[in-house]
């Protein structure tokens, strides 16, 4: 549909982008440094524990390396569902993108995209590298194709529920603490779900399913394959969640009312 | 082109509590008020009209145009435009129109104007050769040759609005709205707005629906117009039966070769509810309202019985009629 | 002075009204703090399984540790680094130093209403629904959760100064939003906030030793835990005093040439 439409506004966003290169470099090192932070925490808890409910030091960088990349996309794709509530819905910026010919969630996404973030994504596969080599695994034909879909899979889990929470937007007035809340909690997905305890667990399988974005899917890369019916489940849970989300967000554009009278 | 029937828009609006207390129990207890913005209003609007639509801040004025551009769902009512039911295929609809926002940008902010309307073009599917052709046009019509490769945000008010009304019309819509084209603009800015206006109006057939505050914009454009109030629509017709039914008031000013006393004026006039004063011992003016006296009349007896040596009749100026309106003093 | 009393007091209550105004943010904001909590607290049980010390500390220790600091930083966090750089950015700034007050305290006074806000709809709901949630330990004694007190206003001097600087660099460069990032994360790491600093390798915590990070939140935590006593305490919150002190001079001094800077080239 439209595929020229992407392309286009993809060729302008680099072109504003090229006009402003130190944000650019400073905005990476930002994102990096983020990252950078989560593994801190785990090489510092490992100079003090061999394993982490028999996971090792190697296994954690690994499964947190996986989620590193979809994580950098959805902060690169949908990093638009973070103003869609301030900037579009309150400031009516939304107005101008209703009266194009062109899907408005589409717009607003492409819009905001942003490249800063794919940073994380380099290191994060560079530290699933070094964790399957440290641990002795090799390539297999098949599994730059299998990871690119359930990257793909992960990446709409999080597109799915952030637009949802966008749009809500459309009925709350003031700012709400519910998308960071949620963003917050991807935090839980970064590391070996089975380490939480039963509740826990289930309520990032089935209920805000954020062991999809980094834990069953990372596993399957460091050939833990009792889990790798998970991992598999990825992409639909993937399509599901982001179809919902979808659903919801143009349930609340109907209810839009724009700035102003 | 436009048929609207009962279309309504309601909101809801969240009432703030005063002082420390009042904050605190907006916290868990809101009031809310229902507003009607536009009120079960009736609009038809034919292919190639340019129709001024008019009101104060808050009448319902761009509600209406929202609703009519697809941004707001109506609350209730019946809503054809162009052919759709404009929020609900509003992709197909938003290829056939155009609108300008004169107070909020739609072109891309830190893109050179030629970039934007280069974008635009692909997002309305303009072929490349029709896309030259046109943009030609319009440059040369908007004379806008100067800044075409200047980022948006460098250009000046008048600038910018030239290239948000190109972005607008470059795909030749069938229908534009224009919701305060010409807002904070010098004359001259104006004139050429208005002129180009008209000229896609008579060239392209190219349906206009105009709000503003200057009345000098309808009075140059529009054949037609539509005034809104507290969500109704309160008129719609010519602009010279507008001045006919609400700018009924006359005023005549005379001046005499000798003195006139004002007793002697309202003797010779006391048929007619005519009321005279007389600033300066030779000059009189008189008020009166069209519909129950004629001037001609006024003025003959004045030029039968008094040594005039010049009369001078005004009508009520537009800007005059809309302000009483707005402020109630006319009941309609 | 009187009258600069009331000013102070006035800009303190504004900004305590203005926050007051935003209804959900902060009711979320105590589960947003839960949840991170709780990240940590699963997290370190799952660590703790099959041991009961690490780095000296028992689960139900750094479970305390892990609560206390991220429930103190919903006392001494604020965003004052954010809007002095939007000042900047807008052109504000030019405004606001026209004005017959001093910007930079007006700032201040506006973080202390912020401050005093966050303690009654942040803090202390936070509190409770965190002991409730978690296993989190009382404080040492009634003489730590005092010195905890004073303490944490002090990280909130040394916070607050950081702050101050941070966004005073907008001054000089436009991309304010990565850097004032950048300081989050890096406070959050080096402050000790995610892990205990004496967790850290020997020679970084040196190092760290030297900064003014660990005022913030590793300081007033170990007090609470009683981890600090005696002539440790006492040097521990003159350290704070003195990042504190320190951090806010050069805030000053950086805000005077800045100010120089945009009176002689007109922003």
């Keep these: 549909m439209d595929r020229e439409i992407v392309w286009i506004y993809l060729q302008q966003y680099v072109k504003t982008k090229l006009a402003y290169r130190a944000d650019f470099i400073i905005e990476s090192t930002a994102d990096l440094l983020y990252q950078a932070v989560s593994l801190a925490f785990v090489l510092i808890v490992f100079t003090q524990v061999p394993d982490i409910a028999g996971w090792t030091r190697d296994e954690i960088i690994g499964i947190v390396g996986y989620f590193m990349v979809p994580f950098a996309l959805f902060n690169c794709l949908f990093r638009g569902s973070w103003y869609i509530r301030d900037q579009y819905i309150v400031e009516g910026q939304l107005d101008r993108v209703l009266i194009r010919p ?26 699933m590298g070094y964790a399957r080599s440290r641990l002795g695994i090799d390539l297999i034909w098949w599994e730059p194709f299998v990871f690119v879909i359930l990257v793909a899979g992960s990446v709409l889990v999080y597109g799915g529920i952030f637009t949802a929470l966008a749009a809500t937007g459309f009925w709350a007035e003031g700012r709400s603490g519910v998308s960071p809340l949620i963003y917050n909690l991807t935090g839980y997905g970064r590391y070996p779900v089975s380490i939480y305890k039963g509740a826990v667990r289930w309520v990032l399988t089935w209920v805000i399913p954020f062991a999809f974005v ?12 009792e889990l790798a019916l998970y991992a598999g489940l990825t992409p639909i849970v993937g399509l599901i969640i982001f ?16 700035t102003g009278s | 082109m436009i048929e609207a029937l009962g279309l309504t828009k309601e909101f809801r609006l969240f009432q703030r509590r005063e002082g420390v207390m009042g904050a605190v129990r907006d916290l868990w207890d809101r009031d809310y008020q229902t507003v009607k913005a536009v009120d079960q209003i009736d609009l038809k609007v034919n292919r190639g009209e340019m129709v001024g639509y008019i009101g104060a801040n808050g009448a319902g004025k761009s509600t209406t145009i929202k609703m009519l551009s697809g941004i707001l769902v109506p609350s209730s009512g019946h809503l054809v435009v162009n052919g759709f039911v404009p929020h609900k295929e509003r992709v197909e609809f938003c290829r056939r129109i155009g609108v300008v926002f004169g107070q909020r940008s739609q072109l891309w902010w830190d893109l050179a104007v030629s970039e934007s309307f280069r974008l635009l073009s692909r997002v309305y599917r303009i072929p490349e050769s029709v896309y030259r052709q046109r943009l030609d046009r319009f440059v040369e019509l908007l004379e806008m040759a100067d800044f075409l490769h200047i980022p948006v945000r460098k250009l000046s008010l008048g600038q910018r609005m030239r290239c948000e009304l190109t972005a607008a019309l470059l795909h030749h819509p069938d229908l534009v709205f224009l919701d305060e084209p010409t807002i904070g603009l010098d004359v001259l800015a104006k004139d050429r707005i208005r002129r180009f206006l008209s000229e896609i109006n008579q060239e392209l057939g190219t349906t206009v629906l105009l709000t503003t505050h200057d009345l000098s914009d309808i009075e140059a454009l529009c054949s037609r117009v539509v005034m809104i109030d507290k969500g109704k629509i309160v008129y719609d017709g010519s602009l010279g039966k507008l001045q006919d039914s609400f ?6 000013k005379v001046d005499f070769s000798a003195p006139v006393n004002l007793a002697e004026l309202h003797a010779s006039f006391g048929h007619l509810p005519v009321r005279w004063e007389t600033p300066e011992s030779r000059r009189a003016i008189a008020t009166f309202s069209a519909k129950e006296v004629a001037p001609a009349e006024v003025m003959k007896i004045l030029i039968d019985q008094y040594p005039v040596l010049d009369i001078a009749i005004d009508a009520t100026k537009i800007e005059e009629i809309v302000k009483e309106i707005y402020q109630g003093s006319v009941m309609v | 002075m009187n009258a600069w009393l009331k000013l102070q007091y006035e800009v303190i209550r504004i900004q305590f009204m203005k926050m007051l105004a935003y209804r959900v943010v902060y009711f979320t904001g105590v589960f947003n703090y839960a949840i991170n909590i709780g990240a940590y607290y699963f997290l370190w049980e799952a660590i703790y399984r099959h041991r009961s010390l690490i780095g000296g500390l028992t689960l139900e220790q750094m479970v305390t540790y892990v609560a206390v600091a991220w429930i103190s930083r919903t006392f001494y966090f604020n965003n004052v680094d954010r809007e002095i750089a939007d000042d900047v ?14 910007y930079l305290t007006f700032k201040i006074s506006g973080a202390l209403g912020e401050a005093l806000f966050r303690l009654f709809f942040f803090t202390v709901p936070g509190s409770i629904f965190v002991y409730l949630l978690f296993p989190v330990a009382w404080p040492a004694s009634m003489a730590s ?10 990280s909130f001097a040394v916070n607050n100064a950081i702050n101050l600087l941070t966004g005073m660099t907008a001054f000089y460069t436009l991309n304010t939003t990565g850097i004032i990032r950048a300081k989050h994360i890096s406070i959050d790491l080096l402050s000790g906030l995610v892990v205990p600093i004496s967790l850290f390798p020997e020679g970084l915590q040196l190092w760290l030793k030297w900064l003014p990070f660990q005022s913030i939140a590793f300081v007033p935590t170990m007090i609470y835990t009683g981890a600090l006593q005696g002539d440790a305490l006492v040097d521990a919150l003159s350290r704070q005093f003195l990042w504190a002190l320190l951090l806010s001079v050069l805030a000053w001094a950086l805000f005077a040439i800045a100010r120089r800077k945009m009176v002689v080239q007109g922003g």
């Design chain 2, 247 to 252: 700018g009924q008031g006359r005023t005549i």
């Design chain 1, 102 to 127: 062109v899907n408005p969630l589409l717009q607003i996404y492409l819009e905001m995209i942003e490249l800063e973030p794919l940073s994380g994504a380099v290191f994060g596969i560079a530290l």
């Design chain 3, 145 to 154: 959760f005092g010195w905890f007190g004073l303490s944490i206003i002090l």
């Design chain 1, 214 to 225: 980094g834990f069953y899917p990372g596993a399957l890369f460091l050939r833990h394959d």
């Design chain 1, 243 to 258: 179809g919902l989300g979808y659903r919801y967000w143009i349930y609340g554009l109907s209810r839009y009312r724009g």
């Design chain 3, 89 to 102: 950015r807008t052109g504000k700034v030019a405004v606001e130093l026209a004005r017959p007050y001093d």
